[in-house]
C-alpha cells in the first residue's frame, strides 16, 4: 500500500489538497495590503470585546485597500448555537457594519464557514499523512485519563508527547487491523518538535516572545471528521490568503502548535498580532467583560440604545490607538478614516471598559453632526424601535431640525443626546402631540409661579418677530409690574421685598410650556412653538 492509498484508506475526500491549491490562488495584493479576518464561534451575538477585535481587523484593511472577511469557526459543537451565524451577522448588520466577503456575501473563497469546508481540511490532513506528519489514534477517553493520571503521579508535563503517544509508532497493518475491526479514530499530528528548543512568536503589538517548540501530537481531525480548532486555522488562512492574524492574546500559547502546523503544512508563516482584551474593574478584581454581568457589553444594547456605529468605532478607536484621543481632540472637522492605525500604539495589557467613557464620546459626536444628518439616521433607528415617534417626526421635520439646532453652533455647543433613543427623552415637549395635561402632574408648583403673569405676558407682551435680546429686555421691564426684580443681583440685595426675580419668571414660563424648570434654550424653544402653542400650554397650566 502506497502512502498515497494509505491516506485514502484513513480518510474518505472528494479531492486531493492540489485541487484546493489551484481553486483558491494566492491574492493579488499590492505591496502593503493587510488582509485580515474576523473569526468568531457561532455563539448567536457578538459582545464588545469580539467587535474591538474585528474593529482592528476592519480598520488595518481599510487604511491599506486590502480586504478583511468574516469567517465562522463553527467546528466545535459545543459553542455553537442554533441560528448562531445569523446572529452574529444580524449584530454586525444592526450596527452598519459589512466585510468585504463573508458567508453572505461570498467571494473568491467561499465557504466562508468552516463546517461547509470539511472535505478541503481532510485533504491536507491527508497530505500530512502521505508525508508521514500524521498518524490515525485510536486512545479512548479511558485511555488518555490513565495517561494524565500517570503524569501527575509522575509530576510530569501532561499531553499526549514522546512515549505517551501510544499509537503513533503504530504499523500500518496494525492500524488496518483495528479500523477494519471497527475501532473509532482520530488523526493526530506527528510533532517533529522539541520541548527543549525554543520558538520565537514576533508579535506586532507584544515584540518577541520566546517559548517552548511544540513537541505534542495534536489533534488534527476530531471523530466527527471535522478539524479543530488549530488545523482548521492554519490551512483556512493560507488558502484565504490572510496576511495578518489578529486574535485575542489568549492564543498566544497556541503559536507554537500553529508555527508547527504552518511549517509542516509548506505554508509561510503570516503576521500575528495578539490583542489585549477589554476588561472589567470589579472591587479588586479584573475580569473579562461579561455580557450577562455588564451594560454595553452586548452589541445588540447600542442598536436598541440607538448609539451610532461611529460612536462605538470612535470608543475602540481612543482603546486601540494610545494617541488616538488625542489627535481626534485637535482635528475636529477629520473622521476616524483619516487616522492612521499602527500596531505599536496597541495596548500590550489589557484596557478597561469604559461605558460612560463610549456615552461622552457619543455627546461630543451628536454635538458636531448637523442636524440633518441626525434627522436622516433618527428616522431610520425610529423606524424600527419607536413607531409613534417615528411618525410625529416625520410629519414635523423641520420642527425636528430646529430643536436639533438649539445650541448646537456656539463656541460651546450642546452636549446632552448621547444615542437617537435620548431625542424623544430630550425634545418630547416639541411636538404638540405628545404634550397632555397630565405632563404636569408631577412637577413643583413654586410660591411665585403666577398664571395671570404668563397670559398677561403672552397676550400683551410676547412678539415672535422679536430677536433674542428684545425678547429678554422686554421680559425684564415686564415682570416689574408683578413685583420681580429685573436683575438678579437687584433680587439677591432686597429678597424681602421681591417675590422673585426675572430668572425666576423664565423658569416659571419655561415650566409651562415644557413641564421641565432645566431645558435648552427658552428663547429657541418658544420661537419653534409659535405663540399660538405657548398660549394654548400656558391655559392647560395649574397654579395651585
Known amino acids: 500500500m502506497t502512502n498515497k492509498e494509505y491516506a485514502d484508506f484513513l480518510l474518505k475526500t472528494d479531492y486531493d489538497y492540489n485541487y484546493y491549491l489551484e481553486k483558491y490562488p494566492k491574492r493579488a495584493l499590492k505591496e502593503g495590503q493587510m488582509v485580515t479576518r474576523f473569526a468568531p464561534s457561532p455563539t448567536g451575538f457578538v459582545h464588545m470585546g469580539s467587535l474591538y477585535t474585528s474593529f482592528s481587523d476592519l480598520q488595518f484593511a481599510k487604511q491599506t485597500n486590502g480586504i478583511c472577511y468574516l469567517r465562522i469557526e463553527d467546528t466545535d459543537g459545543k459553542r455553537t448555537v442554533e441560528n448562531g451565524v445569523q446572529g452574529i451577522i444580524d449584530d454586525f448588520n444592526s450596527l452598519g457594519i459589512s466585510f468585504d466577503e463573508d458567508p453572505i456575501k461570498k467571494g473568491k473563497y467561499a465557504p466562508?464557514?468552516?463546517?461547509?469546508?470539511?472535505?478541503?481540511?481532510?485533504?491536507?490532513?491527508?497530505?500530512?499523512?502521505?508525508?508521514?506528519?500524521?498518524?490515525?489514534?485510536?486512545?479512548?477517553?479511558?485511555?488518555?485519563?490513565?495517561?494524565?493520571?500517570?503524569?501527575?503521579?509522575?509530576?510530569?508535563?501532561?499531553?499526549?508527547?514522546?512515549?505517551?503517544?501510544?499509537?503513533?509508532?503504530?504499523?500500518?497493518?496494525?492500524?488496518?487491523?483495528?479500523?477494519?475491526?471497527?475501532?473509532?479514530?482520530?488523526?493526530?499530528?506527528?510533532?517533529?518538535?522539541?520541548?527543549?528548543?525554543?520558538?520565537?512568536?514576533?508579535?506586532?503589538?507584544?515584540?518577541?516572545?520566546?517559548?517552548?517548540?511544540?513537541?505534542?501530537?495534536?489533534?488534527?481531525?476530531?471523530?466527527?471528521?471535522?478539524?479543530?480548532?488549530?488545523?482548521?486555522?492554519?490551512?483556512?488562512?493560507?488558502?484565504?490568503?490572510?496576511?495578518?492574524?489578529?486574535?485575542?492574546?489568549?492564543?498566544?500559547?497556541?503559536?507554537?502548535?500553529?508555527?508547527?502546523?504552518?511549517?509542516?503544512?509548506?505554508?509561510?508563516?503570516?503576521?500575528?498580532?495578539?490583542?489585549?482584551?477589554?476588561?472589567?474593574?470589579?472591587?479588586?478584581?479584573?475580569?473579562?467583560?461579561?455580557?450577562?454581568?455588564?451594560?454595553?457589553?452586548?452589541?445588540?444594547?447600542?442598536?436598541?440604545?440607538?448609539?451610532?456605529?461611529?460612536?462605538?468605532?470612535?470608543?475602540?478607536?481612543?482603546?486601540?490607538?494610545s494617541n488616538f484621543e488625542e489627535w481626534y481632540n485637535e482635528n475636529p472637522t477629520k473622521t476616524i478614516d483619516d487616522f492612521i492605525f499602527t500596531f505599536d500604539k496597541m495596548p500590550v495589557g489589557g484596557s478597561l471598559f469604559d461605558i460612560e467613557k463610549l456615552i461622552n464620546i457619543s455627546k461630543i459626536y451628536f454635538s458636531r453632526k448637523k442636524s440633518e444628518d441626525i434627522l436622516k439616521e433618527l428616522l431610520k433607528y425610529l423606524s424600527i424601535y419607536d413607531k409613534e415617534f417615528y411618525e410625529i417626526v416625520k410629519s414635523n421635520q423641520e420642527r425636528m431640525i430646529r430643536s436639533l439646532d438649539i445650541e448646537k453652533y456656539t463656541s460651546r455647543p450642546r452636549k446632552d443626546i448621547s444615542s437617537y433613543s435620548d431625542v424623544r427623552k430630550y425634545f418630547w415637549y416639541m411636538f404638540d402631540e405628545l404634550f397632555t395635561k397630565d405632563r404636569y402632574d408631577n412637577i413643583e408648583i413654586k410660591p411665585f409661579y403666577n398664571k395671570e403673569m404668563l397670559i398677561d405676558y403672552i397676550t400683551n407682551i410676547y412678539n415672535e418677530e422679536d430677536d433674542n435680546n428684545t425678547w429678554f429686555n422686554k421680559i425684564k421691564e415686564f415682570v416689574g409690574k408683578y413685583n420681580f426684580a429685573s436683575e438678579v443681583k437687584e433680587y439677591k440685595k432686597n429678597p424681602d421685598i421681591y417675590i422673585g426675580h426675572v430668572g425666576d419668571f423664565c423658569e416659571m414660563l419655561r415650566v409651562a410650556v415644557t413641564t421641565l424648570s432645566n431645558t435648552p434654550n427658552l428663547y429657541d424653544i418658544l420661537s419653534i412653538l409659535g405663540k399660538e402653542e405657548i398660549e394654548k400650554r400656558i391655559k392647560m397650566f395649574e397654579v395651585k
Open 112 to 321: 466562508y464557514i468552516q463546517s461547509e469546508r470539511e472535505d478541503i481540511y481532510k485533504a491536507f490532513a491527508k497530505k500530512l499523512i502521505e508525508e508521514d506528519k500524521a498518524y490515525p489514534c485510536f486512545c479512548t477517553e479511558d485511555d488518555l485519563n490513565r495517561t494524565r493520571e500517570l503524569q501527575e503521579k509522575t509530576k510530569d508535563r501532561l499531553g499526549y508527547y514522546g512515549h505517551y503517544a501510544k499509537c503513533r509508532n503504530l504499523t500500518r497493518n496494525e492500524v488496518i487491523e483495528r479500523i477494519n475491526n471497527g475501532e473509532k479514530y482520530i488523526i493526530r499530528l506527528k510533532s517533529n518538535g522539541s520541548f527543549l528548543n525554543k520558538v520565537i512568536l514576533d508579535d506586532l503589538i507584544k515584540g518577541k516572545i520566546e517559548m517552548p517548540e511544540n513537541d505534542m501530537d495534536v489533534v488534527i481531525i476530531k471523530g466527527d471528521g471535522l478539524p479543530t480548532y488549530h488545523f482548521a486555522h492554519a490551512v483556512d488562512d493560507h488558502l484565504m490568503g490572510t496576511t495578518h492574524v489578529l486574535r485575542g492574546d489568549e492564543w498566544v500559547a497556541s503559536y507554537p502548535i500553529h508555527d508547527q502546523l504552518f511549517k509542516m503544512l509548506g505554508f509561510p508563516l503570516p503576521k500575528f498580532c495578539h490583542i489585549a482584551p477589554i476588561t472589567v474593574r470589579e472591587g479588586d478584581t479584573i475580569r473579562k467583560l461579561s455580557k450577562r454581568k455588564d451594560k454595553g457589553a452586548a452589541i445588540s444594547y447600542y442598536a436598541k440604545e440607538g448609539i451610532p456605529t461611529d460612536v462605538i468605532r470612535l470608543y475602540l478607536a481612543t482603546v486601540n490607538n
